[in-house]
């Protein structure tokens, strides 16, 4: 019933900015938090950014500063903008929403639903 599609992925050179769209269809309710994972090549997926059910973000010590999470709840919309970007933001970004309580928001086993992905490439 609900699904995600990530957009907004591509090659820009060190130091430019790249905006990522997640949208959620068939998504009617309020009480919800999202997030943004990545996972380079041969690497682990690692927390990039959360926006809770309140609009209170986090977000992972490596892109403080650089990126910034919203949501825009007309459009049913996450948005990752991210600046400044360094070669070692390579990787596949994936966008996932929960509905689960209790649970902490850098964890991917506090979300329910994860989008296909979209590869974002960095070169020097």
């Known amino acids: 019933q609900v699904h995600l599609v990530e957009s907004g992925g591509g090659l820009v050179q060190a130091g430019g900015s790249l905006r990522l769209s997640c949208a959620a269809s068939?998504?009617?309710?309020?009480?919800?938090?999202d997030g943004w994972f990545r996972q380079a090549a041969g690497k682990e997926r690692e927390f990039v950014a959360a926006?809770?059910?309140?609009?209170?973000?986090f977000y992972a010590d490596s892109v403080k500063g650089r990126f910034t999470i919203s949501r825009d709840n007309a459009k049913n919309t996450v948005i990752l903008q991210m600046n400044s970007l360094r070669p070692e933001d390579t990787a596949v970004y994936y966008c996932?929403?929960?509905?689960?309580?209790?649970?902490?928001?850098?964890?991917?086993?506090?979300?329910?639903?994860w989008g296909q992905g979209t590869q974002v490439a960095v070169s020097s």
């Open positions: 926006i809770g059910w309140n609009g209170i973000t």
């Open positions: 996932a929403t929960g509905w689960k309580t209790g649970g902490v928001y850098k964890d991917p086993l506090n979300y329910d639903l």
């Open positions: 068939g998504r009617t309710f309020s009480w919800y938090h």
